[in-house]
Structures are given as structure tokens and as C-alpha cells.
Nanobody, 129 residues
């Protein structure tokens, strides 16, 4: 498995921006597709975004489409989640996850949490005035 460490969470006002980072270690980062999920109190874990190792496949959850951007730097073993126009409903713990994958991944592979075999500890994002 690959080890994942998220950072960049915090408190931000509605309409603001944050950038989350997830650094990977222990295995070859380029062998993995990466995803972001989130979980708010009392709610189920929700798919946010995913990216294949070539960045040839990128997917977003409906609730973040057009506001969030996922990217990766394979030389730095890091995946990013740029979050703009944040809303109170974006408040959650955000988790980075990895799954062994090829140059491209399908929608089902990207959005299914059970397809990921490595998870970070999570970083809290709170959107509030």
C-alpha cells in the first residue's frame, strides 16, 4: 500500500478558496489513480474528484463540478484539490485515497470508494462566516 498525508484544510468564509494537498510515500505514485472523498457529520462518504496517473481521466462529483479542480504532480508525489466558491455545504472531513490503476480509469472505478485501497487520515474543511 501507499501512505497518504493530507494538508491544507481549515476555516474559510463562504465564497472563499482553499487548496488541499495529499503527499504519497512508500510506493510508486505513478502506479496509482488518486481520489478525494469527503464526509460530513451524520452523512455518508461522498465522492469529490478523481484523477488517473496520467491525468488522462478526471472526474468530479455533481456537487463540486465547476468549482473544484483536481490535479497531480507525479514528480512531487502529490495530488491537489483546488476548491473555489466554497459553500457551507462543503464543510466536511476530506480524505485522499489511492487505487492501483492504469493510464485511464472508468467512472465506476473513480467514484467507488471500495476501489481505493489506501486512505489518508483526513483534513477538516469548515466553511462558515
Amino acid at each position: 500500500q501507499i501512505q497518504l498525508t493530507e494538508s491544507g484544510g481549515g476555516l474559510v468564509q463562504p465564497g472563499g478558496s482553499l487548496r488541499l494537498s495529499c503527499v504519497a510515500s512508500g510506493r510508486s505514485f505513478s502506479d496509482y489513480a488518486m481520489g478525494w472523498f469527503r464526509q460530513a457529520p451524520g452523512k455518508e462518504r461522498e465522492f469529490v474528484a478523481a484523477i488517473s496517473w496520467t491525468s488522462g481521466s478526471i472526474y468530479y462529483g455533481d456537487s463540486v463540478q465547476g468549482r473544484f479542480t483536481i490535479s497531480r504532480d507525479n514528480l512531487k508525489n502529490t495530488v491537489y484539490l483546488q476548491m473555489n466558491s466554497l459553500k457551507s455545504e462543503d464543510t466536511a472531513v476530506y480524505y485522499c485515497a489511492a487505487q492501483p490503476g492504469g493510464a485511464y480509469i472508468t467512472t465506476m472505478e473513480a467514484t467507488g470508494a471500495r476501489n481505493y485501497d489506501s486512505w489518508g487520515q483526513g483534513t477538516q474543511v469548515t466553511v462558515s462566516s
